[in-house]
Structures are given as C-alpha cells and as structure tokens.
C-alpha cells in the first residue's frame, strides 16, 4: 500500500473531497446496489430453502439487515478505494472519485450501515446470525479489500468468501444453526466468484494494471487466467448438484443444477480453450461468461427456492 493511501485513513485527500453537494442517489451509489441485487437474493433463497419457517416480519428484518450490511461493506469499500477508482475507467465515475461524497463521510456511512446492520440482526434475529453477518462485513471490508486485493493475485479466490455469505446468513436466521446444507451453498458461491470475477477481470485488465492491483491476468497472464476459469468451471458442477446427492434437495434442483452448470462449464471452455488475444479482440465470450455467469446463480438459487415449494 503506498504512503499517500495509507496516509488516507486519516486524511481526506483530494480525490475524496465533497466539492458539491450530494444527494440520495449519491449515497445509494455507494452501497453497490447492482451488486447488491445478488447478495440479498442469494440471502433470501438461504432463509426460504431451511427446514423451519420464521415469522415474515422477521423474515423481512433478516434479510433488511443483510442488505444493510453488505451496503456498508461496499461503502468501507469505496471509501478505502478511492484513489483507486480514480485510476481506473471502469469506476471512475463513483461518488468518491467524483468529488460527490467525501471520503471521510463516505467511510462514516460505511461504519454507521455496518454497525446499525449487526445490532439490529442480533437484538431482533439472534446473536449467531448477526455474528456471521459482522464476519462478513469485516471479511469484505478488510481482509479482501484493504489486505487481499492490492497483495496477491489469490485475492478473488480467497475474497470470495465474502460474498458466499449471504445464503449461509438467511439460514441460521431461519434455523438458528449450521448443517451441512448451507456450508455447501457457502462453498457454491465461493467456487463460482473466480470464473465470473476473471471473466470481467479479462476484458479490463488494462485498469487494473494501471493502478497496480494484482489481478490474476496481470499477474500471470491471460493464458493462466483462463485455465484457472475453466478449472473452476470443472470443480463447479458437481459442487452444485451437492444439495441434491446430500438430500437437501429433490429433483427439481438437481436437473436444474446440471443443465445450468453444463451451460457454464460449456462457455467457460470457450473461454478456457481460447489463444491468446490481441489488442483489437472484443473478447466476446468472456463477456458472454461474465454475464451468463451472474444470470447462472440467480437461476441455481431460483431453483432451490423452486424445489422447496414443489416438495
């Protein structure tokens, strides 16, 4: 981490000075809301998908708090980030960089979403659940985003644990506890983030290595990059089909499961098996992984949720 980053902590560097007024959108901007949209519905399919059922206004502030606290985790992360995405084209555009929010209200923001989230889940759900949650806000938070991401191409592999989460929260708030079922829901996301992740990391590498953050086809190569997809492509078929063969699920899921997870592993090999591109190539079919890649987990977990009605 360089000195004027690390100064940053403290101090509020230009990049981050609030030089207009900000508004709501600006502030919601800042919870990653896109990204967002996965977290809660992977959590919602978790709470549906366990054995017992909670009372619906409690079902309602489970999944609130979850949402909360991933948009402070995102928060902290823009706030830690800035200067970066001030570097790149991708996020350049952000609150922060833009001058919109400033960084230090930015960080504020972040802390007050996160904490609000964990007192709210363990007064109102249990103290196991709002643990998990605390867990993963720091894991996002701080072992990806200030430790992980600018030291090791390994980052998005082990930082995906951050956003395998979510489902493994809803179902201690349903159940109170962890079973097998939702380690492998955990372990499910956690197997699927390196594909979709370098998938876009591919066709954007260029920002990444103009800030210097070890991204996997920086570091190694699009080459390498590109059979690490394909590998985990392979490792993820039949982890997905897991609640089916552990008896979680029924049918339903596991044919589900299969023919979603053939269709990944089936662009993934175009993207695994592909030479290396030059500077005028789109990059067509990691950008058909990358979006088929977000579509695929929507649809396995819409699956589950599809399964558990049925049964």
Known sequence: MSPSLAASVFEE??????????????????????????????????LIAAPERIHPVLAFTAILCITIGAGGAAAL?????????????????RPVPQGRIGRTDARDFGMALSSASVFIMGFAIGWFAAAILAVSIFYYAVVYTMWLKPRTPQNIVIGGGAGAFPPLIGWVAATGNITLMPVVLFAIIFFWTPPHFWALALFVK?????????MMPVVAGETATRRQILGYAVLLLPLSMAPWWIG????????????????????????????????????????????YSIIYLFALFAALVVDRMVA
Do not use: H
């Open 206 to 214: 260029s920002d990444y290595a103009k800030v210097g953050i070890p």
């Open 13 to 46: 560097p230009a990049v981050g000075r609030s030089t207009m007024p900000a508004g709501w959108q600006d502030f919601l901007a800042l919870t990653k809301p896109r990204v967002m949209t996965l977290v809660v519905f992977t959590a919602i399919c978790g």
């Open 77 to 93: 992360n823009q706030w830690w980030e800035a200067d970066l995405d001030a570097g790149m084209k991708r996020t350049a555009g």
């Open 248 to 291: 979680g699920t029924g049918a339903v899921y596991g044919i589900a499961a299969a023919l979603l997870s053939l269709a990944f592993l089936a662009l993934s090999a175009r993207v695994g098996l592909r030479e290396r591109t030059g500077p005028d190539d789109t990059m067509k079919p990691e950008k058909q992984l990358f979006a």
